[in-house]
């Protein structure tokens, strides 16, 4: 015997179906593809270029076409969790990732992802290496990424992204012997992130030539351009240019009466300086400029323009500076000048090529170019750099 559907019966059948309609309608629509290579894959492809080569604005774009084509794409979304991270924006960042988890489908899919949070977390404490910034002890961000780094070699022991991030990670954390493991691992492997890790590893092997003996010593080591702030960090800091000078400079006393207002405006004429007020660097610069070093005096405008960088040519001054002073060899600074210059790229009338001299004459500085016996005096110095300077003043301060 047929059943007969009852009318009220069948209209909720049909409301129920609409509304299931309605739903979905409402969610997000893949855009039809407006040429061949208009496809989520090459979009994120191209993102990540761009995204390696810091065109945040363009490379998230690139995800956002990608994730218009295909909602559901992991690989766009993590892009866009990457972006969102260079930016500043951590929160959104972990955001996207949590989003890709939900669709991440192949192994590769399942690695970029775990090297995604690897960036993140590393990324969201980045500002834990700039002089005069100290981090609150938090080892959790470093947990989260070691836990990444085993799900991902446990997909794949051969990936070299998860060790070459692993290895940022642990640069980051300061803990310098891990980070060189984990770049060592990289170039065993012989894949992707060969030169990026090569680089590093070099960096490294020149960062423990140095042995930086404070952790601002560390965060120096890992600047590409040293300002003058940093400077005056690098000289308070690792060399103790304030005791040295107590030390072996004469300090005779002086009984003469002085105006008590004027000798206090001297003073802070001394240590002043317009553009220093809200660094976090201002103590060490304030006691470089007390001790009058030349190349990191305040200029004639007032400003001592602190994240001006500093390059060979001024930092062999600094040290020429430091020589003279410690040594009380005054002759110092006029015993190369009408000499002829051994340097393809140094004209001997140059303001600082006696100081070039006197430097790479005793071995603390040499050519740059090894190949034309460049010294190059206006490339910016390296904070790994500096430190090997700094190493070997110590050596020639001792002999």
């Known amino acids: ?47 990540i270029r761009l995204l390696q080569q810091q065109k945040l604005v363009d490379a998230g774009r690139e995800f956002e076409l990608a994730l218009g084509l295909d909602p ?9 969790g990457l972006v969102n991270a260079c930016q ?24 970029f992802l775990r090297v995604g949070y690897i960036r993140v977390n590393t990324m969201s404490h980045a500002e834990c290496l700039h002089i005069g910034t100290e981090c609150k002890p938090d080892d959790a961000w470093l947990k989260y990424s070691e836990d990444a780094f085993d799900q991902a070699v446990l997909i794949d022991p051969k990936a070299a992204a998860p060790h070459y991030f692993m290895g940022e990670a642990y640069l980051t954390a300061l803990d310098l012997d891990r980070a060189g493991r984990m770049f060592s691992r990289v170039l065993d492997l012989n894949g992707a992130y060969v030169k990026e890790a090569d680089d590093r590893w070099k960096l490294l092997q020149k960062i423990q030539r140095a042995m930086p003996g404070t952790k601002t010593g560390k965060k120096i080591a890992l600047i590409e351009r040293m300002t ?9 800091e690792e060399l103790k240019i304030g005791a040295l000078y107590a ?5 005779p006393f002086d009984t003469a009466f002085k105006d008590p207002e004027k000798a206090g405006s001297a003073s802070a004429g001394r240590t002043g300086a317009a553009d220093i ?31 001006e960088p500093v390059n060979r040519a001024a930092y062999a001054m600094m040290i020429e500076d430091i020589l003279i002073r410690i040594s009380g ?16 790229d140094l004209r001997s009338d140059l303001p600082y090529f006696n100081a070039v001299m006197v430097v790479t004459s005793r071995g603390i500085m040499e050519a740059r170019d090894m190949m034309s016996g460049a010294f190059l005096p206006l490339e910016p110095v390296a904070g790994a750099d500096a430190l090997l300077v700094i190493r070997k003043m110590k050596e020639e301060l001792r002999y």
């Open 228 to 236: 003058r702030a940093d400077m005056a960090a690098l000289f308070l």
């Open 277 to 307: 007020a809200n660094h976090p660097l201002r103590a060490d610069i304030e006691g470089m400029i007390r001790i009058g070093m030349r190349g990191l005096e305040v200029y004639p405008d007032g400003n001592f323009r602190p994240d």
């Open 72 to 80: 559901g794409y992991a690989k766009a979304h993590i892009g866009s």
């Open 88 to 111: 500043n924006d951590f929160t959104g960042g972990l955001a996207a990732l949590k989003q890709a988890e939900k669709h991440v489908r192949t192994d590769e899919e399942k690695i």
């Open 247 to 251: 030390r072996k400079t004469p300090n």
């Open 1 to 47: 015997m047929i059943r007969r559907i009852k009318p009220m019966s069948l209209f909720r059948i049909l409301a129920v179906v609409s509304a299931v309609i309605f739903l979905l309608s409402c969610g997000p629509k893949a855009q039809k593809p407006l040429s061949q290579l208009d496809t989520p894959e090459h979009h994120t492809s191209t993102g």
């Open 329 to 344: 060899d005054h002759a110092l600074a006029t015993r190369f000048i009408g000499t002829p210059s051994p340097f393809p």
